[in-house]
């Protein structure tokens, strides 16, 4: 999967859609019904969002979602700016940390906002005692929307941590680790920014499991059964190579090398001991041989007990 840069023109080649990339060293991901049940708690928070910052800063604001997208923790720090602003949350009774990335200077817009300025260019730099307080009630509230919109899915009590300046200090996760990252197109008066959020993946994979079925429609559950009774009647019908085989043993090279017609090679499987049923090197049954009719065949018996002595005898 790819990831969302920062830049307005890559957003609107990503809201055009088009093909996406598939990784199969990871051949977990969200499914669509996933990325759906996402999709609509996550446009809940960005309406109320939206109105949130537009009364609490009072300047014209809006928030929409642009992208749902499962990543590795290491590419998502990769893709963040140098210095921005990572909000770092508890999302009780979940496990997991959430976070909540927002641009440096959309930031120091809204809280300029709130001090009664008018925006515009902003200078880069850490916030003061005076600005701090002011960000964590600002992200607080905005926390409050996000469990507005996940009330449908869980009940979540959002709570703020900590406040870091750069991602490559953090570590809320290990680099490999499954992220889901939401991506929201963020206007604060003229100042435009991507945010995201950042929510482990087996921290939210339960939850969507949980409700998949409740926000399926009663056509869209069919189509779902009916494309399950197909893969299994075709995987039920699917020819697979079976093989009968004695316990394998270890020879020297050369004595492979030497070996002539008329050679016998003693095997280390007992005479007591049933065959091997195997499928690609698994074994799920046993079997002792016997023919039918003028076939070779062999009777599958129960798994012997491994508990029990073993008879030295050889084949």
Known sequence: ???????????????????????????????????RTLQIAFETYARSCGTLLTTRLRAVSNVSLVSIEQLNYDEY??????????????LDPLPGTMLLEIAQPAVMTAIDHMLGGPGGP???????????????????????ELRYGF???????????EIEYNAQFLRAHAPGDAVVVASFETRI??????????????????????????????SQREVKERALRNLTAGLSAAPIGVAVRFQPIRMRTDDIV???????????????????????????????PGNQGARLACLVVPSPNENSPKESGRP
């Open 151 to 161: 009330e449908s899915l869980v009940d979540i009590q959002p709570q703020l941590r």
């Open 189 to 218: 008066g003229a100042e435009e920014c991507v945010s995201t959020f950042c929510l482990p993946f087996n921290t939210i994979l339960p939850v969507l499991s949980r409700t998949e079925a409740v926000v399926l429609s009663a």
């Open 258 to 288: 030497d070996l002539r017609p008329g050679d016998v090679v003693p095997l280390g499987h007992p005479t007591s001991r049933p065959l091997e049923v195997t499928v690609n090197d698994i074994v799920f049954a046993h079997a002792v």
């Open 77 to 90: 720090v990769a893709s963040l700016v140098n210095p921005t602003i990572i909000a770092v949350v508890a």
């Open 122 to 144: 902003q200078p880069e730099r850490p916030l003061t005692e005076v600005e701090m307080p002011l960000l964590r009630n600002l992200i607080q509230r905005m926390l409050g």
């Open 1 to 35: 999967m790819t990831t969302t840069a920062r830049t307005p023109g890559k957003m609107s080649r990503r809201q055009a859609g088009g093909p996406a990339l598939y990784d199969f060293r990871r051949p977990i991901k969200l499914s669509r019904d996933h990325v």
